[in-house]
């Protein structure tokens, strides 16, 4: 495991994108809706750095694959549409990789009577994006590999980190059983 963004890293980044939001939905009314449950830690940092008036909400997706983990049909499932009638709407999702969740919620949300619908991510992996979308907005962009941390999942496991850490997937199937012990080592460290 290495960090990949730091704590620091993530908070200036963040900082950065609310200032690229002031700018563009000044005098707006503003609308974040966080896909969870990734993008909850996201979505705490950002609304406290934005300096205009924003409202917020969650929306829990079950996006379910095909076969293939390429495959481009994801399902959504949208339990409760947020209000968004009459206010611009930015959905905003912890890693955009393939682009196939967001693409889909994007297209359900263009129903929701939203003024306009954009999407930003703390994390992006251009390389894995299908050919033709991308996020409006984003902080980082990563290559492929598979991260945890700052609200990212290893079954379930690593949510808390407050960096974003880069896991090597084989050494963590190895240690499967053992990923509250990784945790709190983890944990440690980053204290000090
Ligand atoms: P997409 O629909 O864009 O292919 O996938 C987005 C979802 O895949 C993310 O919301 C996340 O749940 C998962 N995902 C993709 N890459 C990573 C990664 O590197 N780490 C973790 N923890 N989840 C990832
Ligand atoms: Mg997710």
Partial sequence: MRTLISTEEL???IAGLARRL???YQGQPLTIVALLNGSLLFLADLVRELRIPVEYD?????AYRGEATTAGEVRVEVGQV???RGRHLLLLDDILDTGATLQAVGQLALGWGALSVRTAVLLWKPDRTRAGFRPDD???QIPDVFVVGYGLDYNLQYRQLPQIVE???SAAEAG???SEEHTSELQSRVDI
């Avoid at 969650?58 to 079950?62: A, D, H, K």
């Fill in 11 to 13: 908070r200036t980044g």
């Fill in 22 to 24: 002031e700018a563009h």
């Fill in 58 to 62: 969650t929306l829990r997706v079950s």
């Fill in 82 to 84: 947020p209000a968004v």
């Fill in 138 to 140: 984003y902080v980082r």
């Fill in 167 to 169: 896991l090597d997937l």
């Fill in 176 to 178: 499967q059983g053992r």
